[in-house]
């Protein structure tokens, strides 16, 4: 394994891509994105067109079907957006740092949650509030389209 074998085309054949820009969407901002012609729906479609890899963290898919949503409005979602990225024990171990960090502000454990799932695999974070997120800067978070 991992040895060239004679006969065999080398793996890595060809100009390699750059990274795809992975960008995880806040619930905030995946709910007004469903709302035609607004800015999260216009930042939207450009990521798309632009070929970047949308997730979303189980936390905030949770969140989202929370709703009040429209199952069509669920199956599009579902159709542009990885599959939700799993709450891991090392996750709750870095949101519980954030959190009392962030000095343990009322509400915003979920936001600490998605913040560590989106810091654990790279991807900035989209939201329609960005101010909730400003806070885990300094963990390295990078809020998309800022």
């Given at each position: 394994m991992g040895r060239a074998r004679p006969g065999r085309a080398?793996?890595?054949?060809?100009?390699?891509?750059?990274?795809?820009?992975?960008?995880?969407?806040?619930?905030?901002?995946?709910?007004?994105?469903?709302?035609?012609?607004?800015?999260?729906?216009?930042?939207?479609?450009?990521?798309?067109?632009a070929g970047a890899q949308l997730g979303i963290s189980a936390v905030s898919w949770a969140e989202f079907l929370c709703g009040p949503v429209e199952p069509a409005h669920v199956?599009?979602?579902?159709r542009i957006v990885d599959d939700p990225l799993a709450f891991t024990a090392s996750d709750a171990a870095l949101a519980a740092r954030l959190f009392n960090h962030a000095g343990r502000r009322r509400g915003s454990l979920a936001?600490?949650?998605?913040?560590?799932?989106?810091?654990?695999v790279g991807a900035s974070l989209a939201t329609a509030d960005p101010s909730d997120f400003r806070r885990f800067a300094g963990a390295g978070l990078k809020i998309a389209a800022e």
């Open positions: 080398p793996r890595d054949v060809g100009p390699r891509r750059a990274p795809r820009t992975v960008i995880h969407l806040d619930t905030s901002f995946l709910i007004r994105a469903l709302a035609r012609g607004s800015v999260e729906d216009r930042r939207l479609r450009g990521w798309l067109a199956a599009l979602v579902a936001d600490c949650m998605i913040a560590a799932g989106a810091l654990r």
